[in-house]
């Protein structure tokens, strides 16, 4: 019996899950590592606590279920995406803390760079926005700030990765400097149409190509762990960024499947096939994954807040205990009688982009209780997905199903709103960890364990149908829209 490591390094935790050859989890660990918050606009990592994290949670995963290196097949990696490294290529030191993806401070930089007008040469070539989010203008403010870096850097002293490369590094002993064309595309220094690092962009940001990783499929052998980190060589075999990850992992291969995962926020990922389509209504486009020679695309977009909504009816308006009391709250009521939550409290992301926005409670009425705040809250998650995956079927055409996964799909009315709104089907995998999920397909794909068409078949899940007509969902849907328009512009002057 051999089974798959699948390491997953969120943006808060590393975890890894052994998964079995017919890809049921057997055991799992999780570590969490420091936040670092400098300033305000700063969110750092320190990638050697990482690694260190990530490796005792293998190591513990590892003997939890009494596995040696010698019963595992194969290991990928998923990562929290966009975050950059930069360490020296002969001590392996970080030449200073990663700065993770939700850093800003490089968005006077982007503005400059959008005021260049060089937004269309960027979006064509990378498929993305500027924004501080992606790793390039990240790596320029490490090259420029951090003593010496350029210079050595330039003297091919240092390396730069996102946290797959740097975990693939040490989890090699230093031998392999790769990362694949999931994590490449979310650098912003990829071009995703000749699959190359971009020499104008390189030059644009002046980061010298000496510093980059090779670029490789999503699942292919790409040589082997250290025998000293766990007892023996294990091949490593896949890796994708999270959202890419669980993409793979809900089994979405095809053309027009879509993903939703309910987190914090919510990610929403389509596999279009192997055209890049390039959005009219404010989605990126991406790599899904390369393998076999091919590489798939995907438009995504995201809801900024989601699950975090949840968290606040709990813990500052103290409506509820804790996340699941949602539902049974929202259940003792049978609609929000009128009443209509918008959460935009960061502004709102695709597809309005609107970082004036601010939320709002609106149709209140005398009859308006805590039960149906608690159910139109709910209901703001669905309709923040609904307008997303509009937005993609009007780039992309008609979405069949969605599958979805996220801690707050775990609620079962939501998603039965979800199917409402939508009109169209959700489904619901018995197995949530899809992120971990996706790197040990990947990975066991490469070495043969699994194959693409019995992982579609395996799947046992849950399935929501719509229940009401399509004209209630209009009406409701147009109450929502009237409802967003209402917070538009908010902050600004
Ligand atoms: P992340 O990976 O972003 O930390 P998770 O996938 O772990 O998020 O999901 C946690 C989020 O889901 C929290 O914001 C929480 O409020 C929300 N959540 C968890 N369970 C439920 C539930 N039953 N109903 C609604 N929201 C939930």
Request: with cysteine; net charge negative.
């Amino acid at each position: 019996m051999k089974y798959i490591m699948a390491l997953d390094a969120g943006t808060t935790s590393c975890r890894c899950i052994l998964f079995d050859r017919f890809g049921r989890p057997v055991s799992s660990a999780q570590k969490e590592f420091t936040q670092f918050f400098p300033t305000p606009d700063r969110v750092e990592h320190d990638a050697v606590e990482i690694w260190d994290t990530q490796r005792s949670a293998a190591a513990k995963a590892m003997s939890d279920a009494g596995l040696t290196a010698s019963d595992i097949a194969a290991v990928g990696i998923t990562d929290q995406r966009e975050t950059s490294v930069i360490w020296d290529r002969i001590t392996g030191e970080p030449i200073y803390h990663a700065i993770v993806w939700q850093d800003r401070r490089t968005a006077p930089f982007c503005d400059k760079l959008i005021a260049d007008g060089i937004s269309d040469t960027i979006r064509q070539k990378t498929g993305l926005l500027i924004d501080p989010y992606f790793s390039a203008t990240k790596i320029r403010w490490m090259l420029d700030n951090v003593p010496h870096a350029r210079e050595r850097a330039e003297r091919g002293e240092l390396l730069f990765g996102t946290i797959d490369t740097w975990l693939i590094w040490n989890l090699s002993g230093g031998r392999l400097h790769i990362t694949d064309y999931s994590n490449a595309s979310r650098t912003m220094l990829f071009n995703i149409n000749t699959l190359e690092w971009d020499e104008e962009i390189l030059r644009i940001m002046d980061i010298p190509p000496c510093i980059l990783p090779k670029v490789m499929p999503s699942s292919c052998i790409y040589g082997e762990t250290d025998p000293d980190i766990f007892g023996g060589s294990i091949p490593i075999a896949g890796a994708a960024g999270d959202q890419q990850s669980a993409l793979f992992g809900q089994t979405c291969f095809n053309a027009g499947d879509v993903k939703s995962t309910y987190g914090t926020g919510c990610f929403l990922l389509m596999n279009t096939g192997e055209k890049p389509v390039f959005s009219e209504h404010g989605l990126v486009t991406t790599i899904a994954w390369g393998i076999d020679g091919r590489v798939e695309y995907a438009l995504e977009g995201s809801v900024f807040v989601a699950g975090s909504l949840i968290q606040w009816l709990r813990d500052k308006l103290r409506l509820i205990d804790s996340a699941a009391d949602s539902e049974y709250f929202a259940r003792k009521v049978k609609d929000t009688n009128g009443c209509i939550v918008v959460p935009a409290f960061t502004g709102l992301g695709a597809p309005y982009w609107d970082p004036y926005a601010r939320g709002a409670i609106v149709g209140l009425s005398r009859g308006v209780n805590k039960y149906h705040i608690i159910r139109a809250s709910l209901e703001s998650l669905a309709f923040q997905t609904c307008d997303v995956l509009m937005a993609m079927e009007a780039d992309f055409g008609k979405l069949s199903a969605v599958r979805v996964d996220g801690g707050a799909s775990a609620n079962d009315l939501l998603m039965q709103v979800q199917a409402d709104i939508l009109q169209r089907g959700i489904i619901r995998p018995d197995i949530l960890e899809t992120t971990a999920l996706g790197a040990a397909y990947l990975a066991g794909l490469a070495v043969g364990i699994y194959d693409r068409k019995s992982l579609s078949e395996k799947r046992r899940d849950t399935v929501f149908s719509p229940e009401i007509s399509p004209e209630d969902r209009q009406k409701r849907l147009n109450k929502w829209h009237k409802a967003v328009a209402l917070t538009r512009d908010w902050e600004k002057e």
